[in-house]
């Protein structure tokens, strides 16, 4: 088995720029060396940024509400004991993951594959590992990936459902101890990006400050359970006219097996009148054989049964149901008029 070794390019200040535009409803993302970011804002055509991002606002919290469980433990893990060498198939599991998450479309995981990375290489150049080292770097993972540790997208929705006039009263004050800066460029007016080196929780309330501000909060879809921006955070909606659509076929559907079910019994119901009624009138017209009736129609009683059962199973539609009741009207009618027939022949 060969040693994997991570894809993720080594960086000496690795940021993230985040900016929103209210009027467009975008947020754009930069991740890059920091002094190439800078210059990219200031209008360079050459600067290397290694990502760039343009998307509907929301996305980066939407990111930030994916968890990794255990992943970043292993990664760490694998990174920390590197030299023993001890368990290939773990570290190469851990690196691939590593990888993965650079590789993926999501900006958070791309930022902390990174950031985590670009440590990991200043830990190892500049000193001999020792356990001061190594703690640092358990803790700089930590405030790295704060917000998919939390509940990010639990707290939001508990938050939002509250009638708190500010918004941002539901993050415990322990959350907001990182720190970030502002970068400006005056590209269509003065254009603000926050920039964060490690905890992306002061971008995540960036975020949210702007998104409250229009009056947009998260939900989350439950036709395609995609996080997305409603006008409301209280009444529970969809994300798009395509789910409106799969929503009205889901209901339109389920009322109609509804509507099957009822007009299916309705219409046993109906025919089993039809004979208890004729059999009630033999009886009156003292039509003195009334038996055969009687017997024809305890066994419509029986295949009835065995039938809509069918129907309920879907093994039998419930138009031939409808249709078998209705020649078992036009048995019945034939049984009587016969049973009468022979009643007004014994009377003549
Ligand atoms: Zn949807």
């Known amino acids: 088995m060969d040693r994997i070794y991570p894809i993720v390019p080594e960086l000496k200040e690795c940021v993230l720029a985040f900016s929103t535009n209210d009027k467009k409803q975008t947020e754009h993302i930069l991740i890059g060396e920091l ?4 210059a990219a804002l200031n209008g360079s055509n050459t600067a290397r940024i290694l990502s760039e991002t343009k998307r509907p606002i929301g996305s980066l919290i939407a990111d930030c509400c994916h ?14 004991t590197e030299e023993s060498s001890q368990n290939l198939e773990f570290w190469n599991n851990s690196i691939n993951a590593l990888n993965q998450l650079y590789n993926s ?3 958070s995981f791309k930022f902390f594959a990174l950031r ?20 640092f770097f358990i803790n700089f993972i930590e405030d790295l990936t704060l917000p998919v540790r939390l509940s990010l997208e639990s707290i939001i929705q508990k938050g939002q459902s509250g009638l708190s006039d500010s918004p941002l009263d539901y993050f415990d004050n322990t ?65 798009s006219d395509k789910c409106r659509r799969t929503q009205s076929r889901l209901n339109k559907r389920k009322y109609d097996k509804a509507k099957k079910n009822i007009s299916y019994e309705k219409d046993y119901k109906n025919s089993y009148m039809y004979w208890y009624n004729k059999l009630e009138k033999l009886k009156k017209a003292k039509v003195v054989n009334y038996e055969p009736f009687e017997k024809a129609f ?50 003549k």
């Open 67 to 80: 968890s990794i469980p255990g992943v970043m433990s292993d990664i760490r893990v694998a990174l920390s």
């Open 175 to 239: 959350l907001l101890n990182g720190s970030a800066k502002l970068f400006y460029n005056n590209e269509n007016g003065v254009q603000e990006y926050i920039v964060a080196d490690t905890d992306l929780m002061p971008v995540v309330i960036y975020s949210l400050k702007h998104i409250y501000s229009t009056h947009q909060y998260f939900q989350r879809c439950k036709v395609c359970n995609k996080l997305f921006l409603a006008h409301t955070a209280n009444i529970p909606t969809l994300c």
């Open 298 to 347: 305890q066994s419509f009683c029986m295949d009835a049964r065995v039938k809509k059962r069918a129907v309920k199973d879907g093994s039998l539609s419930v138009s031939s149901f409808n249709s078998w009741m209705l020649a078992q009207r036009t048995k019945a009618d034939e049984i009587m008029s016969q049973l009468l027939a022979g009643q007004s022949h014994i009377e």
């Open 105 to 107: 479309n999501n900006e």
């Open 116 to 135: 985590v990375w670009q440590e990991y290489k200043i830990r190892t150049k500049n000193s001999r590992r020792n356990t001061d080292d190594m703690s």
């Open 35 to 38: 002094q190439e970011i800078r």
